[in-house]
């Protein structure tokens, strides 16, 4: 029997855990799953007699030795910032590896040992890294077996709420961490190239700088830039391209919105907020505005950010209760951004029955034979409820297959890498479609560079 060790159970390693003890009998695999917290990793086995549940400390170094030595593949769906000490475990011991975490230096610097011990560290084997790597690489490399050259690349992707499930005015609810979303843009500009022009959005204006497109059956969506969109030109081997841009998605309107905070510091995580335990939401709402004798809250707040009172943004900032006198923030030292991270998370959690939906949208503009043709690629996943997220599924499924199919040896080729070859990308892809996940293309007119439009 072979072993399959999974370090970490928690959301997004929901999908990931019942596909593979679906796959226990006729694989011949025994799971393992390690979790800090041995009850959720008991949760998670669900009973079925190909799992064992243990209590896991990472930090515990016998134990780690202990577990990964018996296992024939190690998954792990830790913090990234933990995979190091696995890997070297995973070296020391000849086990393959799994993650769905950015390569990080130190792990890129394991390499050459990993080749040499003929491994296979797959890494961003999630959904965003993961699915986007795959199901961009797909296309770009069927272009360019037809002799295209790739002019333009964009790439979107989005966490959201389902239609069934949208019942705020943000259009928008938590499927993932809601720190990440607080925090999102911060540390630097938005990077990217237009038209073979370099170009840089700052934190301050990222938010009102928005790309619309539409998904058929779904409607409309805006993407605000990532914060560095030419990390992997080399890696898709588009150095060459004229615009590559990548890009987050939400639904319209959000990013306007959200601006709000932006701009009266609310996202700062910088600096922590004196009595913070004991400041009501609408004392943390005044403590970003001026003085005034007389003024209410609200009237200083529609002031400074020059908000009629019949703007569709006050209404989403009612919804909110950011004005409320009576509720408490009860975080002690917080930064701004983890107050509002908590005020969000009031009305933006995802309710039991709620349902989630992924959306990725891709544009490729390409030349072949003298004439700019383009390639629209879009995937749509809904989840089941707050449990079988459509987040989970598609981060917890391809680290699963990849796995897998390491473990059959049909992924083969050994190092520390991330999903853009044809032996990873085409099976992955392939299975995924099986389960719902799949990509929609189709051409459309080029909309790229355009002559007559000198603007730069």
């Known amino acids: 029997m072979r072993n399959i060790l999974i370090i970490g159970a928690g959301r997004s390693a929901t999908s990931l855990i019942d596909y593979l003890l679906d796959k226990s009998e006729p694989e011949n695999l025994h799971i393992t799953i ?5 009850e959720l990793a008991e949760r998670k086995t669900k009973g079925h007699p190909r799992a064992t549940a243990i209590a896991f400390d990472i930090f515990n170094e016998t134990q780690r030795h202990t577990q990964i030595k018996k296992a024939d593949i190690v998954i792990s769906m830790l913090p990234a910032h933990l995979h190091y000490e696995v890997a070297k475990d995973c070296i020391t011991y000849k086990k393959h590896m799994v993650t769905a975490s950015y390569i990080s230096p130190a792990m ?3 390499d050459e040992r990993v080749k040499d011990a ?9 959904l965003d890294p993961g699915i986007d790597h795959m199901s961009a690489m797909k296309i770009i490399d069927e272009i360019r077996d037809k002799g295209g050259r790739i002019m333009l690349f964009e790439s979107f992707c989005g966490g959201l709420v389902a239609p069934e499930s949208d019942n705020n005015l943000w ?7 809601p720190r990440n979303v607080v925090l999102a843009g911060q540390g630097g500009a938005a990077k990217f190239i237009q038209e073979g022009t370099y170009k840089y959005i700052p934190y301050n204006k990222l938010f009102r700088r928005t790309e619309f497109m539409d998904v058929e059956g779904y409607g409309r969506f805006e993407g605000y830039a990532n914060r560095d969109s030419l990390k992997y030109r080399s890696v898709y081997g ?3 391209v004229l615009t590559l841009y990548r890009g987050t998605l939400r639904r319209v309107g959000f990013s306007r919105a959200w601006n709000m905070f932006v701009t009266l510091g609310m996202t700062e995580d910088t600096y922590i907020m ?6 009501s939401y609408r004392e943390f709402t005044n403590s970003f505005l001026p003085y005034h004798p007389t003024d209410s809250v609200e009237l200083k707040l529609r002031h400074i950010l ?15 209760d950011l004005f409320n006198p009576n509720k408490k923030v009860e975080l002690h030292n917080a930064t701004p951004a983890q107050i509002l991270e908590k005020i969000l998370s009031d009305k933006w959690t995802l309710s039991p029955d709620d349902k989630d939906m992924i959306v990725m949208y891709h544009k490729f503009g390409y030349e072949i034979n003298g004439k700019k043709e383009q390639i629209d690629s879009t995937m749509v996943c809904i989840g089941q409820d707050q449990t079988y997220t459509a987040m989970a599924k598609t981060v917890g499924l391809p680290v699963a297959i990849a796995a897998l199919k390491i473990l059959n040896g049909v992924i083969s080729t050994p190092g520390v890498q991330l999903p853009i070859n044809r032996e990873v990308y085409e099976p992955i892809l392939k299975e995924l479609e099986t389960y719902g996940i799949v990509f929609h293309e189709k051409q459309v007119p080029y909309q790229g560079y355009n002559p007559f439009n000198v603007a730069s």
Do not use: H, P, R
């Open 34 to 38: 390690g979790d800090l917290s041995a």
């Open 108 to 110: 890129a610097e394991l």
């Open 306 to 320: 020059k908000i009629d009172q019949d703007d569709i943004l006050w209404e989403k900032l009612l919804e909110l």
């Open 238 to 240: 588009l150095d060459d």
């Open 171 to 177: 259009n928008y609810k938590f499927t993932w961490n």
């Open 274 to 279: 004196e009595n913070s335990d004991k400041m």
């Open 118 to 126: 003929g491994l296979v560290f797959m890494n961003e084997c999630g």
